[in-house]
């Protein structure tokens, strides 16, 4: 299709494109997934403290390269980690 109606097609997507790599920076500036999954096994850690096996979670992000990373309000993705006091 050729014409303005094409040309209104390109600017729309360009614009959605935009917007949604400036809503997610690390898509446009690229990331690691591993330094992320490692950063998330701290933050937990600080926030859970003894109660979350940070080491633990670290190995894994190691063991998975970075595929399983965890959310501290996530219960399903910390629960691997977490303990009994």
Same mark, same amino acid.
């Given at each position: 299709?050729?014409?303005?109606?094409? @040309?209104?097609?390109w600017?729309? #997507?360009? +614009?959605n494109?935009?917007s949604f790599?400036?809503?997610?920076p690390a898509?446009? %500036?690229?990331?690691?997934? %591993?330094?992320?999954?490692?950063?998330?096994?701290?933050?937990?850690?600080? %926030? #859970?403290? @003894?109660? /979350?096996?940070g080491p +633990?979670?670290?190995? @894994?992000?190691?063991?998975?390269?970075?595929k #399983?990373?965890p959310?501290?309000?996530? /219960?399903? @993705?910390?629960?691997?980690?977490?303990?009994?006091?």
């Amino acid at each position: 299709m050729v014409g303005p109606r094409s @040309s209104l097609h390109w600017r729309r #997507l360009s +614009l959605n494109i935009r917007s949604f790599v400036e809503a997610e920076p690390a898509i446009a %500036m690229g990331f690691d997934p %591993m330094e992320i999954c490692i950063e998330n096994c701290a933050q937990c850690k600080k %926030m #859970l403290g @003894s109660w /979350f096996e940070g080491p +633990l979670c670290a190995e @894994s992000c190691i063991r998975h390269r970075g595929k #399983l990373i965890p959310d501290c309000e996530d /219960f399903a @993705s910390i629960a691997p980690f977490l303990t009994k006091i």
